[in-house]
């Protein structure tokens, strides 16, 4: 069956942006956890805080490949292991934030399928019962919210037909790890609005030739302004020295007073504030962009 004909590719491209908006699902988990070799934390924190648009990949070679084989692959497991397979979707009650969709779900023996069509070598290596770390947390996080027993990893090559599959037995430490994280993310970073910090792959090199001359001026300014706030410190203090007792000086266009500002209130030591939540009364974040002299 292939599922592009089905539907059009706008509607294929709306319907995955809205499902990724809604919670953390299998496919995010090893983003969440700082294992996928595709995408960072901060850039997933982008994605759903909608800072920008997650990329749409429905319409790559890759992707539509996976698409179109999966059932196929799904037809070959269900023949190899007499099973009849589903694909559903999942979430936990009271937290649908933590959610997934599965490759093929048999309700019987609680068993779930998640397919890939990789390339050769990690095509070669699930042959060897090794599977890709992001993918089996992809799994173990959706055994974990469908309460799987069983599970199966399954590699499927459409270009030999060759298929191999991992019997991958429920870790409940691991599962109880990857929704915590997956919910520890979703609350502070992207409900609480807080970007998780960057890693290098959040660093890209700029291209243009101009970047490296307006960069080298940069820094020229930075270290001319850093001697001339040493040397306004000097001057601030010898002008301040001029005050002595005097209540304030105003003379050849400059006012020196001593100024008294009340200290901040510690709203934390405020009793009748305790257990309240501010949250709600904090403003929107602003978002700016920083220019900083790496030491």
Partial sequence: MNLFEEKSQDELKAEWHKKRSMGIGGSDIGVVMGDSPYKTRYQLWLEKTKRIQAEDISGKFHVQRGVMNEPVARAKFEEMSQMRFEPRSWVIDGKEYLRCNDDGWNDQFKAMLEIKTMGARPHADVANGIVPPHYLQQLQYNMGIAKANIGYFISYRPEDGTLYAVTVHPDLALQEKLMQAAEKFWLDHVIGDTPPELTDGDYQNCLDPDFEDASERYKQIKAQIKLLEEEM???????????????????????????????????????????????????????????????
């Fill in 233 to 295: 410190e000097e001057v601030e203090t010898r002008l301040q020295g001029f005050l002595g007792n005097a209540g304030a000086i105003r003379q050849n266009g400059l006012l020196i007073q001593r100024i008294v500002r009340k200290g901040n209130v510690e709203y934390t030591k405020i009793p009748e504030l305790q257990g309240v939540d501010l949250e709600k009364y904090r403003k929107p974040s602003t978002t700016y962009i920083a220019i900083k002299g790496e030491r």
